[in-house]
């Protein structure tokens, strides 16, 4: 397994933006398996307060049981960065990949009160 940055995704909120998705492998166009289990892909919301939310994509082995718009829970959390060469152009392309051990749902999380009045 290749090194990443492990995350602490404890201070963050998840919400999947997408129904889970198999992985195709681009050249064999056949759904990728990696220790014997499928990858599927997921897009998730990622939101911390004080923050513009952000949606990433991440690999998992074993489909996720989550639909769109569920609050979900992430463990074993690691990003990786990688640079490629685009085919056509010959140009780097760098990026972030994520993968996860778990994705399950999760309660909607519990926000503050507000202390604004409304005037009137």
């Given at each position: ?44 919301l990622v939101m911390s307060e004080g923050a513009d939310g952000e949606v990433i994509k991440v ?62």
């Amino acid at each position: 397994m290749r090194a990443g940055i492990i995350v602490d995704a404890r201070p963050y909120t998840f919400i999947a933006t997408s129904a889970p998705e198999p992985v195709v492998d681009f050249e064999t166009k056949r759904v990728k398996v990696v220790d014997g289990q499928p990858v599927f892909q997921i897009s998730l919301l990622v939101m911390s307060e004080g923050a513009d939310g952000e949606v990433i994509k991440v690999k998992i082995s074993n489909e996720p049981k989550v639909t769109a718009g569920m609050f979900v829970t992430v463990s074993g959390l690691v990003a990786r960065q990688y640079t490629v060469t685009d085919r056509q152009t010959g140009a780097l392309r760098a990026g972030m990949s994520y993968r996860a051990d778990a994705i399950v749902g999760a309660p909607a999380p519990v926000l503050p009160a507000s202390t604004s009045t409304k005037a009137g």
